[in-house]
């Protein structure tokens, strides 16, 4: 499925609905406290000619440190809400602002470069580079990014340690199980120290009994760091790791 | 970069069959090259090695030594020419020659050239009927110390050493005294005979601090016309067949190296297509298309050298195997090196096929998708 597929339908309701903030972080008082403000983003697509809306003013904020679950059906617009504040696509209207960095009208490449330094992704079908080890897969984002060599593979020893991964660190991803690959998604999504991660459907290719584990090891990681997370996912066993959980349908959110 | 280079390690396989399709491609563009390069050296080795900047032809000859007849007088306006520090004479004959031991009608094809000022590689000159042999004219039975004997009147010339690599018009030279070859030709090519003093070409050196490329024009001046003179290079195209020879196989070689474009840029497609996936996670995390492509662009160029390697190691093996006289093929560095260079240029242009390919993965594609 690609982004095009998660955004709402033609038959779905125009963006001329009112905007509502139902973040529920209107206590914080500034970008300093937020990993993540979005304010009045929009996002619409031209498909036949006709306009489609896959995000309708969305108003979402999220605390440093916070864990928040998006949930919400497919076509719903969470994974075009989850590309847009992870710089992967750009707002046609509003704003987005990203430990502090307003990414709204960020060209191309600035966007790689927040997205090197600043998120962390890991992906549904986990997507490893099926030719690198672990520990390799999670030095690519240093060598993607700026480069810290040395510092960068302490790093990622430290992370693969953590994700009880060490003893796997040479192996390829298809030597891996499911689980290893997932925890050296997750590794790699840490490697940038990144203010804001973003889970798409991190448990959906797993079994129950490794979602939760899965899910405790997000949970835990986050919780050590403080680091923001955004999970996004149709089951809502998961929103129990989560601090928060808002739902979206039809490209708004509903608490 | 570093992750293109641990897939080519790593996944060799994936590159296998461009490695094969490139070594085969730079392995034909080395044998095209060394044979162009073999034929050019069969026909005008023993002119580029000339030691002079000009050479003087009469101005009826069109360029051709066999045509060509310089007299004693228009050497001496020659000689007087400001910038010309010396002048040579040298005169061709091509005859069949019978070697001792050969069947009667076994003739061997050689270019006796009676020479003043001795070309590159070529000794003194020797005493009068007697001739340096080119190492070639070994394969024909030819031995130092043999006798053999030139055209329909069976001139007797005694091989007292030899040479290496002085070929003219595809023929093994001989290296004589100009009344050697004179005697040569006034006895065999009665219709042709040269008089005393008398030569078909004069070769010219320049003085120190003479533009060479003045002296023709200079020289055929002085001889009020009697004289069409060329820098050694435009007398090396000149003679009959290398351009022909050289424009023939460059458009071979030209058409090879559009092949291995078409390769690259096939192979590179659509291993680009199979990365679609992997590009935009990578662009997810961080990576940007000048990155990817970079990435492309190496593993084309890795591919390349490797291929090349081959290609001129099996060239190499092919040039230390053909024997002297056999096939005309000769591998120089420079031939090998400009086929480097064109099969690397092949690589980056077909590469940038891919371009639009990478640019335009879009990196939200890695999120939200399941397969």
């Known amino acids: 499925m690609n982004s095009t597929d998660t955004t709402a339908g033609p038959d779905q309701p125009s963006s001329d609905q009112p905007s509502s903030d139902r973040s529920g972080s209107a206590q914080r008082s500034g970008d ?17 000619g006709e306009e489609v809306v896959a995000l309708d003013h969305v108003n979402l904020s999220v605390g440093a440190g916070e864990i928040l679950c998006l949930l919400g059906p497919s076509g719903s617009g969470k994974t075009t809400l989850c590309s847009i504040a992870g710089g992967l696509l750009s707002a046609t209207e509003g704003e987005v602002v990203v430990g502090g960095q307003d990414i709204t009208h960020y060209s191309e490449r600035q966007l790689s470069g927040f997205r090197s330094e600043t998120v962390g992704f890991v992906f549904q079908a986990v997507n490893l580079v099926p030719f690198l080890t672990a520990r390799e897969n999670l030095l690519v984002v240093d060598e993607l990014g700026r480069r810290s060599g040395k510092a960068a593979r302490s790093r990622a020893d430290t992370l693969l340690d953590e994700l009880s991964m060490t003893d796997r660190a040479k192996y390829l991803p298809s030597q891996l199980s499911g689980g290893q690959r997932q925890r050296v998604a997750i590794g790699r999504s840490l490697m940038n120290e990144p203010q804001l991660v973003l889970f798409d ?15 405790d090891l997000i949970q835990s990681e986050m919780r050590q760091r403080g680091t923001a997370a955004i999970i996004v996912t149709h089951d809502d066993r998961i929103t129990r790791y989560a601090d928060r959980t808002v739902h979206i349908i039809d490209g708004k959110l509903d608490a | 970069m570093k992750v293109a280079l641990l897939e080519l390690r790593r996944r060799p396989g994936r590159f296998s069959t461009a490695t094969v399709i490139l070594t085969l491609i730079a392995t034909l563009l080395m044998l095209l090259g060394g044979l162009l390069d073999g034929l050019l050296d069969g026909s005008t080795s023993a002119v580029a090695a000339q030691q002079g900047e000009v050479i003087v032809f009469s101005d009826t000859a069109e360029n051709s030594f066999l045509r060509s007849r310089v007299s004693p007088e228009t050497r001496d306006l020659i000689e007087a020419v400001p910038g010309v520090a010396a002048v040579g004479g040298i005169g061709v004959a091509q005859l069949g020659g019978r070697v001792p031991g050969n069947a009667d009608r076994d003739l061997i094809d050689v270019a006796l050239f009676g020479y003043e000022i001795a070309p590159d590689g070529v000794p003194k000159l020797p005493a009068a009927g007697e001739a340096y042999a080119d190492r070639s004219l070994e394969s024909g039975g030819v031995r130092e110390g043999m006798t053999i004997e030139l055209g329909p009147q069976r001139t007797p010339i005694t091989i007292v050493g030899w040479v290496d690599g002085l070929a003219y018009s595809g023929q093994g030279t001989l290296w004589a005294a100009p009344e050697t070859w004179r005697d040569v030709v006034n006895e065999n090519r009665p219709g042709a005979g040269v008089g005393d003093g008398v030569f078909q070409s004069l070769i010219v050196q320049a003085s120190d601090g003479t533009d060479p490329m003045t002296l023709p024009a200079a020289i055929d001046a002085a001889t009020d016309g009697a004289t069409d003179s060329l820098v050694l290079d435009d007398a090396i195209n000149a003679i009959p067949g290398v351009e022909q020879q050289s424009s023939t196989f460059n458009q071979i070689i030209g058409v090879t190296v559009i092949i291995a474009i078409i390769v690259v ?11 679609t996936s992997l590009y935009g996670v990578l662009k997810a995390i961080g990576a940007t298309s000048r990155t990817l492509f970079g990435g492309v662009v190496l593993q084309a160029v890795v591919v ?14 092919l040039d230390l195997a053909v024997p002297p006289g056999g096939i005309p093929y000769t591998l120089l560095p420079a031939r090998v090196l400009s086929s480097v260079v064109f099969l690397l240029i092949a690589a980056i242009i077909g590469c940038a096929f891919s371009l639009r390919r990478v640019l335009r993965i879009d990196p939200a594609s890695a999120i939200g998708s399941g397969s």
């Open chain 1, 32 to 48: 300093g406290d937020l990993a993540l403000r979005m304010t009045g983003v929009r996002k619409t697509y031209q498909l036949g």
């Open chain 1, 201 to 215: 459907e991190p448990t959906s290719a797993l079994d129950t009994k490794l979602g939760e584990q899965v899910m």
């Open chain 2, 265 to 275: 840029a096939l192979f590179f497609a659509l291993l680009t297509v199979e990365r």
């Open chain 2, 304 to 317: 390349t050298l490797v291929a090349s390697a081959i290609g001129g190691t099996l060239a190499l093996v």
